[in-house]
């Protein structure tokens, strides 16, 4: 009797080794597309900045438009876990803490949501003012992918616009129905002025650097697995391989530090680039400018083997 309960333990730790497990941070739309997020939670909406609601507009309970606000939870057509735009309505949502990007594959997820599949168009800003069209979708569970639009790659976005299409001006729930909006390609983008961390020409962090180095890491944790990019800028004091290897030596100090920080929080693979001062901010024409433009520049972005895929296509 001992033996067969054993034996049938070792059968049930074997399914369990071998069984494929659901990938993390998958969301499914209200028509069965899968969403995966590299970076996942944190990868939705934040914040609306402006709701202007079209006509025919859709009832009083379907224009709460902090609906479109974290992750999908549509449970169905009779509850207002959406917000209908109205028809050629726009909503503008802001993600506060971290941006999104032009990388490999797909770029922004729309969870449009209800009976009808409506169409709307998307705009993409770094500011709130100056806005790009990045395309528009097709109704439903949507990707869109900035480099369809000829859009600066080097660019990150806090802001998305989206616009009805007027496909569908009748019913309860008149434009498009907004569940979620997801960064797929989400960054973070952490700058820190070098002087904080460093002494003039030095790349041994300062004592008092621990502080500001905390805060890096409370930043960074909430993403669980990424490629952390630590980039190093001067300003133009100096020779110009002098700076080279002066911002090198400090990304190197910072990559050192912030993997012995983050060593049991996640999964983080690291990158430095050193620019040194072939990339400032502004002219190096001042003490406040050159300030500005001595920096530490760290992105976490989706991990490495996310990439594979489209890599090897």
Same mark, same amino acid.
């Given at each position: ?138 109704? #439903?569970? =949507? /990707?869109?992918?900035?480099? &369809? ?6 660019? $990150?976005?806090?802001? !998305?616009? @989206? ?112 620019? #040194?001062? =072939? /990339?400032?901010?502004?002219? &190096? ?6 300030? $500005?433009?001595?920096? !530490?520049? @760290? ?15």
């Amino acid at each position: 009797m001992y033996f067969r309960f054993f034996h049938i333990v070792l059968i049930l730790l074997a399914a369990n080794c071998f069984a494929q497990p659901e990938p993390r941070f998958n969301y499914t739309g209200s028509d069965g597309h899968r969403i995966h997020l590299p970076l996942g939670k944190v990868s939705f909406a934040d914040s609306v900045v402006a709701f202007h609601m079209g006509f025919p507009r859709p009832l009083s309970i379907f224009r709460d438009s902090t609906q479109a606000l974290n992750r999908p939870n549509y449970k169905g057509y009779k509850s207002p876990d959406f917000v209908s735009l109205g028809c050629k309505g726009s909503l503008v949502l802001k993600f506060n803490n971290n941006g999104f990007m032009d990388l490999l594959g797909p770029d922004l997820a729309i969870f449009e949501v209800g009976p009808a599949r409506e169409r709307a168009s998307i705009e993409v800003s770094e500011d709130g003012m100056i806005w790009y069209s990045a395309g528009a979708t097709n109704g #439903g569970t =949507s /990707k869109i992918d900035l480099s &369809n639009s000829n859009i600066d790659p080097n660019k $990150i976005f806090y802001y !998305v616009r @989206i616009r009805d299409l007027k496909d569908e001006c009748a019913g309860k729930s008149a434009g498009a129905d907004i569940d979620a909006i997801a960064a797929i390609n989400s960054v973070l983008k952490i700058s820190v002025n070098a002087d904080v961390l460093f002494d003039v020409d030095e790349y041994k962090l300062k004592s008092s650097a621990r502080k500001t180095l905390d805060s890096l890491v409370q930043a960074i944790r909430v993403v669980e697995k990424g490629t952390i990019l630590i980039e190093g800028h001067t300003d133009n004091d100096g020779e110009e391989e002098y700076n080279l290897e002066l911002s090198e030596n400090r990304c190197k100090s910072v990559h050192k530090k912030l993997e012995k920080m983050l060593a049991y929080v996640g999964d983080y693979h690291f990158e430095i680039r050193a620019f #040194g001062e =072939s /990339k400032p901010r502004v002219e &190096n024409n001042s003490d406040e400018n050159k300030q $500005i433009n001595r920096r !530490v520049e @760290i992105m976490v972005l989706p991990p490495r083997d996310y990439f594979e895929s489209f890599t090897e296509e």
